[in-house]
């Protein structure tokens, strides 16, 4: 009987391969630098670290009462309050706007959020 081929058929896979195929090297890719931005992508008000007192918001804002009642039910909805839900309008208005425009309303903030007492 004749002696079986390697690689040919069910009784090479028995045998075992004559010559293994060796994996590739494994590379690792290079992590790229992040870029740096002037304008931060994160939250632009600050949220308080303790519960706010009367003195810490204004005492009025004037708008429609559309809007009032609009803004009352998604807190409603929401199980929020209302400062936190006009936060919420506020910050994603302002994360819409221009950069240019969005610059010169987060230097203000920034500055009325220096003067602000620890939260």
């Not at 195929?21 to 308080?48: C, F, G, W, Y």
């Not at 936190?84 to 203000?108: C, G, Q, R």
Request: hydrophobic share 35%; proline share 6%; no cysteine.
């Amino acid at each position: 009987m004749t002696e079986p081929k390697p690689g040919l058929g069910l009784t090479s896979t028995l045998l075992g391969r004559a010559t293994k195929t060796k994996a590739p090297v494994k590379v690792e890719p290079e992590q790229s630098k992040k870029h740096v931005r002037t304008l931060p992508d994160n939250q632009i008000l600050i949220q308080p670290s303790r519960k706010l007192l009367r003195s810490d918001l204004p005492k009025t804002i004037t708008i429609k009462k559309d809007t009032h009642m609009a803004i009352k039910q998604i807190a409603s909805v929401e199980d929020k309050k209302i400062y936190d839900v006009v936060d919420e309008i506020v910050e994603t208005y302002i994360k819409n706007m221009s950069d240019s425009s969005k610059k010169v309303i987060l230097n203000a903030v920034r500055e009325v959020q220096k003067n602000m007492t620890d939260m």
